[in-house]
Each structure stands twice: as structure tokens, then as C-alpha cells.
């Protein structure tokens, strides 16, 4: 099994560019999670799906759009790329909502 | 808020010693705290997860134990190797909304030869 897949690994957009984060799972969770990580802070949930066609806010949402049209597969679209959201992004998923989270490496996104 | 929170933010010690590292969270109504270990421009990785009735559990040489009374946790490792170096992060998680965790933001602990 691949776990959680990440592409691309390093991205580099010019302010207001979009562009979409994708993220793959194949171990059947339901649950699914984007997070960004700041130099030396902690994870910061984006949006989370509880299954294909739910999805919801986390803490900092502003600027992101997500959609789960399958289980496998949980995409993160910037619509207008702004320099604040230069940062790592992780993409997660858990067998359901409490349970162990399952990190893909992680995407590296800086905007200019 | 729910909040977790961990110390100490970053810690050195020398290959072979033992350390302990701390997560104090106010989640409530609570469901579960999971240790996870993120090495330098890696994903985080599972350690334990502690349901509310457990107190100690371990995984090799990384033992966590839980005080829901408290509302406390610690990391104790022992005999530190160099691959021990890494950022430790605590995430606690609700019953309710989702599951929805809580992170702290982790403690880097440098083991140095």
C-alpha cells in the first residue's frame, strides 16, 4: 500500500496564480484532513471530509477549497495564491475522525 | 477553546540520556491522545494513542502515560539515539464534532553524540 500520496512535493506560484494541492489515499478512510505547517509551528487544520461529498471548515479555511467526489481522493485548491500562504501542507486520513492519522510527506508551496 | 499545549518547546540532551516531555490539553468532551514523531521535512508518524482508560502505554523505548483527571500527558524516552531527534507533537481528540483533534505545536528535542 502507497498510504497517503502528496503531489507535487515542491510548488512554486507568482501571487494570484491557483493551483491545486492533491492528496490520495488508498486505505479505505473515510476521513480526511488538509493541515499547513509554519516555520516552527504547530499543524493548523484547513478542511476536513467525514466521507465523498462531505466536507467542512477547520481553523484557518480563508483562501482554500476542497471536494471529495471519492473516498480516495481529497483535492485543496487555492484560488488566488497570496504570500501568507507560503507554508508546508499536509494531507491526512484516519479510518474515521478520532482515530490514527496517516501523514503524507507533505507539500512544499511558496508564493512570490 | 480547546487547547493543548506542550512543553518544553525544545529540548537538547546527549545520546544515551533519558527525557520527558510534556502535553497538558483542556479537550473536552475527550475521546483520545495520540504522540506523534515528525523528523526535519517528513509527515508526523503515530507513537501511541491513549484511550481514556489507559495510564501507561509503549512503544519500545518511548513510553506515554495519561492523567484524564489531570487532563495530562507525558513522553518519556529512553536512552536517546540520534534518530531520536525530531519534533514530538501531542494531539488530543474529541468524541463529538467529527473527532475533531487538537494540536499542539510539538516539542523539538535535539539528541546530540
Known amino acids: 500500500n502507497a498510504g497517503v500520496t502528496q503531489t507535487p512535493k515542491f510548488q512554486v506560484l507568482k501571487t494570484g496564480q491557483s493551483m491545486t494541492l492533491q492528496c490520495a489515499q488508498d486505505m479505505n478512510h473515510e476521513y480526511m484532513s488538509w493541515y499547513r505547517q509554519d516555520p516552527g509551528m504547530g499543524l493548523r487544520l484547513i478542511h476536513y471530509?467525514?466521507?465523498?461529498?462531505?466536507?467542512d471548515q477547520g481553523e484557518v479555511p480563508n483562501g482554500y477549497n476542497v471536494s471529495r467526489s471519492t473516498t480516495e481522493d481529497f483535492p485543496l485548491r487555492l484560488l488566488s495564491a497570496a504570500p501568507s500562504q507560503t507554508s508546508v501542507y499536509f494531507c491526512a486520513s484516519s479510518y474515521r475522525g478520532a482515530g490514527e492519522l496517516f501523514f503524507g510527506e507533505g507539500s512544499r508551496l511558496t508564493v512570490l | 477553546k480547546n487547547q493543548v499545549e506542550q512543553s518544553p518547546q525544545s529540548l537538547i540532551i546527549l545520546e544515551g540520556k533519558n527525557c520527558t516531555l510534556q502535553c497538558n490539553y483542556t479537550v473536552s468532551p475527550f475521546s483520545n491522545l495520540r504522540w506523534y514523531k515528525q523528523d526535519t521535512g517528513r509527515g508526523p508518524v503515530s507513537l501511541t494513542i491513549m484511550t481514556f482508560s489507559e495510564n501507561t502505554k509503549s512503544n519500545g523505548r518511548y513510553t506515554a502515560t495519561l492523567d484524564a483527571d489531570t487532563k495530562q500527558s507525558s513522553l518519556h524516552i529512553t536512552a536517546s539515539q540520534l534518530s531520536d531527534s525530531a519534533s514530538y507533537i501531542c494531539v488530543v481528540s474529541e468524541v463529538s464534532n467529527a473527532g475533531k483533534s487538537t494540536f499542539g505545536d510539538g516539542t523539538t528535542l535535539t539528541v546530540k553524540p
Open positions: 471530509s467525514v466521507g465523498a461529498g462531505i466536507t
